[in-house]
Nanobody, 119 residues
Framework: QVQLVESGGGLVQAGGSLRLSCAAS??????????MGWYRQAPGKQRELVAT???????NYADSVKGRFTISRDNAKNTVYLQMNNLEPEDTAVYYC???????????WGQGTQVTVSS
């Protein structure tokens, strides 16, 4: 029903910045009711929460990224963003977009976008 497409990943040196975008689409989508999140997964590690933003625009961040990353949403564009500043090599991972609602608590997932931070 809901499709998510991430973009904006790439290669960057430590200390640099990237902005990820996640565009939601679907014939029955009502984007404003969804809580959105960014997750990441590095090789050999489990997927972890990076940041979330609720339908009411309340935000939450993992301790490892707090103060460096900012999550935001544009309901008119059905899009959620992740601004990543002062990137570290430890941030290297595939980043995934997630959308949940009361009727879909397990959520929808995007295909992921690779972020690589060099030393």
């Amino acid at each position: 029903q809901v499709q998510l497409v991430e973009s904006g990943g790439g290669l960057v040196q430590a200390g640099g910045s990237l902005r990820l975008s996640c565009a939601a689409s679907g014939s029955g989508i009502f984007f404003i009711v969804y809580d959105m999140g960014w997750y990441r997964q590095a090789p050999g590690k489990q997927r972890e929460l990076v940041a979330t933003i609720t339908s009411g625009s309340s935000t939450n961040y993992a301790d490892s990224v707090k103060g460096r990353f900012t999550i935001s949403r544009d309901n008119a564009k059905n899009t959620v963003y992740l601004q990543m500043n002062n990137l570290e090599p430890e941030d290297t991972a595939v980043y995934y977009c997630n959308a949940v609602s009361p009727s879909r608590p397990m959520g929808y997932w995007g295909q992921g976008t690779q972020v690589t931070v060099s030393s």
